[in-house]
C-alpha cells in the first residue's frame, strides 16, 4: 500500500510510519518541520526508497498544496494524524486565539489535506482516509465539560468524516473517525495507560478490515463503535 501520514515526526504518527514500513508498505510522511524530525529521517536510509519525508504544515494552503503535488502516486491510505492540544482552558480566561488555532489544525487540516489528495485517492482502488480522532470528541460522553478548543475541533473533524463518507462513497473510498485512546506520548503524558505501540497495532487492525459498510463510522483502536 502506499500510505500518507500527516505529523509523522513523533508520537502516534512516528509509530504508524514504523509499524507500516516494518509490515512493507511504502509511506509518504508529512511534517511541520523536516529539521527538527530526526527520528524519522534515520528511517529514510534503511527503507530502501519505501519512506519519503515532506513537509507539510498542515494549517497553511500552501503547505499542504506542495505536499499532494509532490506525493504524485495513488494513495490507497490516508491517515490524518497530525493534532494539537489546546491550551488548559476554563470558562474564566478562555483563550479563543488558542481555540482558533486548535480548530485550524485539528479540524480544518485534516479538510485541507483531503481535500489536497482526492485526486490521488481516487486514483486508488478502494482507498481508505483514518481521521485520528478522540473519545473528548464524543457528545454523548462529555461529562466533565472543558477543553472546549480540543472537544470541539476534534467534534467538527467527526462530522468531516461524515460527509466525507457521504460525498466519497460512489468513488468506493472508505473514511471513518478513530480514536486512538489515552496514549503515552507528548499530547498523552506518562500517565497514559496506553503504549504508542499497542494503541499503532489496533489502529492499523482496525484500518486493515474497514469495508464500505464500515464508512462514516467512529471506532476506538480495537474496534468497537463510539457513540458520537
Ligand atoms: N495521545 C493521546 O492520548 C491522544 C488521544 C486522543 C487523540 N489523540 C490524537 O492523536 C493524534 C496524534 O497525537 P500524539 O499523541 O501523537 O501527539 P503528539 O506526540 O503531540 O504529536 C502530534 C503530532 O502532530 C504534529 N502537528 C501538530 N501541528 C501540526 C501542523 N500544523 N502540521 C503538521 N503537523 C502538526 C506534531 O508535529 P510537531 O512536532 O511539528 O509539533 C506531531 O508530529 C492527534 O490528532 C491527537 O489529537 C491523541
Not at 485526486?119 to 473519545?135: D, V, W
Request: proline share 4%; charged share 20%; aromatic share 4%.
Amino acid at each position: 500500500m502506499r500510505i500518507v501520514i500527516t505529523g509523522a515526526n513523533r508520537g502516534i504518527g512516528l509509530e504508524l510510519v514504523r509499524q507500516y514500513l516494518a509490515q512493507g508498505h511504502s509511506v509518504h510522511a508529512g511534517v511541520r518541520t523536516p529539521e527538527r524530525s530526526g527520528e524519522l529521517t534515520a528511517l529514510v536510509g534503511p527503507s530502501s526508497g519505501r519512506l519519503q519525508l515532506h513537509a507539510c504544515d498542515v494549517a497553511s494552503d500552501t503547505s499542504v498544496r506542495a505536499f499532494a503535488a509532490a506525493v504524485t502516486e495513488p494513495v490507497e491510505l490516508l491517515i490524518n494524524n497530525a493534532g494539537v492540544r489546546s491550551r488548559p482552558d476554563g470558562l474564566e480566561g478562555l483563550d479563543l486565539d488558542d481555540v482558533a488555532r486548535t480548530f485550524q489544525v485539528n479540524a480544518l487540516g485534516m479538510l485541507r489535506v483531503t481535500s489536497a489528495l482526492l485526486p490521488l485517492l481516487r486514483r486508488a482502488q478502494g482507498a481508505k482516509i483514518a481521521n485520528i480522532s478522540s473519545g473528548l470528541s464524543s457528545l454523548h460522553d462529555n461529562t466533565s465539560g472543558g477543553a472546549y478548543g480540543y472537544r470541539m475541533s476534534k467534534a467538527a473533524l467527526n462530522m468531516a468524516s461524515r460527509s466525507l463518507a457521504q460525498d466519497l462513497r460512489g468513488d468506493g473510498i472508505v473514511t471513518v473517525a478513530i480514536s486512538p485512546g489515552w496514549v503515552q506520548t507528548d499530547m498523552g503524558g506518562s500517565d497514559a495507560p496506553t503504549p504508542v505501540a499497542e494503541s499503532v497495532s489496533g489502529l492499523i487492525g482496525v484500518i486493515a478490515r474497514l469495508t464500505l459498510e464500515d464508512s462514516g463510522g467512529f471506532f476506538n483502536f480495537r474496534g468497537e463503535r463510539l457513540a458520537w
